[in-house]
């Protein structure tokens, strides 16, 4: 294979504009430690409906697609490539690459905490922008030229190519967990958002020892299917008011509210809502304001009246991702990827999206 086909994004333009254009490019030869990847898979993500909106800067002209998951077909040089775990990569292993923290930064270093990396680069966007070398960085293609020095995970055979582009959004429910140091064993926990990322914190939660987690959102088909996967109740935000969900929540948890809030929404009133749900001495995780939203009115009272904790909970770090791939080996979480798009059919996936005609639409390239 000397070309390959690419998908690049010139300028800022809204998903209905069609902006992706797909090229054909020369692969440029392997230096010592790269590593070139057929992409198999890549999940489109809210963050690239966000990023065509102007609401996540990206390098342009950019190749998006961060959520990936392909097999390795040359590696560049002699010496072997480890993964994160120190495995030795070989061709024809099936693997995914992360964000790159520098490990060298105060957020690296000091406070411990990689997905806070001041300098971190991201496949999909970040690395460098298109027009330049080695072009193909990001998932919108069929090839990735994946840089000397990159955070590889060889995927074990038991995760399916879609646990893999769900893991993005697990890697955060897990993060969340991690800040919260687990669930005691029976907690009520609520998710407010039936997308990728509150689907996972739904399943996670349930995992990680929830007694009844009540999954809040729209539309009804992804309500049924978080009821398939275990969801204790399932409240429509089409159907209800917040004071109703409010109060249904209230009822489900004998009036005392619920021991955990995971806020997978991104949407602002969503915060002052999962107060209202949390119970004396709750916890409110904030997890779905990856893009700004915008503000809200808050009223304090609440929280100290309640003595709830409020966390917010950025991205993952490597270890998370690792972390959620034990999860993604046991629960058929394939059936939670709705749509299947080729390349050529980018600007159709991103365009059902943005409408949220699909609960995980992914490319297939
Ligand atoms: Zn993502
Ligand atoms: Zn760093």
């Not at 992409?39 to 690239?48: E, F, I, K, R």
Request: glycine fraction near 12%.
């Amino acid at each position: 294979m000397t070309t390959a086909r690419i998908a690049v994004l010139p300028e800022i333009r809204a998903p209905r504009e069609r902006p992706f254009q797909i090229q054909t490019r020369e692969i440029p030869p392997l230096v010592e430690g790269a590593v070139l990847v057929k992409n198999l898979m890549a999940g489109v993500c809210g963050t690239d409906v966000h990023i065509l909106h102007g609401k996540v800067p990206v390098r342009l002209p950019a190749v998006l697609g961060h959520e990936n998951a392909g097999r390795v077909e040359a590696i560049g040089g002699d010496a072997p490539i480890k993964d994160i775990t120190g495995k030795t990569l070989q061709i024809g292993d099936t693997v995914t690459w992360l964000p790159k923290s520098c490990m060298r930064c105060y957020n690296c270093t000091i406070l411990n905490d990689q997905s806070k990396c001041t300098n971190r680069v991201g496949y999909g966007g970040w690395v460098v922008p298109a027009d330049q070398h080695p072009y193909f960085v990001g998932g919108f293609a069929e090839v990735s030229w994946v840089l000397p020095g990159s955070d590889f995970v060889v995927i074990p055979p038991e995760v399916s190519l879609e646990g893999v582009v769900l893991g993005d959004a697990l890697r955060i429910m897990v993060h969340a967990l991690d800040c919260l140091g687990g669930l005691e064993y029976g907690d009520t926990v609520v998710v407010q958002g039936a997308g990728p990322v509150g689907m996972m914190g739904m399943i996670l939660a349930k995992d990680a020892g929830a007694g009844k987690v009540i999954l809040i959102g729209g539309p009804a088909g992804r309500l049924a299917l978080a009821r398939e996967f275990g969801a204790y109740a399932t409240l429509d935000i089409a159907e209800m008011t917040a004071a109703e969900r409010i109060a249904a929540v209230m009822d489900m948890t004998d009036g005392r509210g619920a021991d955990v809030v995971f806020e997978c929404a991104g949407v602002p009133a969503a915060v002052p809502e999962g107060l209202e749900m949390a119970r004396i001495n709750g916890s409110c995780l904030i997890a779905g304001h990856y893009g700004d939203a915008g503000t809200v009115p808050i009223n304090p009272h609440v929280i100290n009246k309640k003595q709830i904790s409020i966390k917010g909970v950025w991205s993952a770090s490597n270890k998370h991702f690792l972390r959620g791939l034990t999860l993604l080996g046991r629960i058929p979480v394939e059936k939670l990827v709705t749509h299947r798009f080729t390349l050529d059919q980018i600007n159709d996936a991103l365009i059902a999206a943005e409408r949220q005609e699909v609960l995980k639409a992914v490319i297939v390239p």
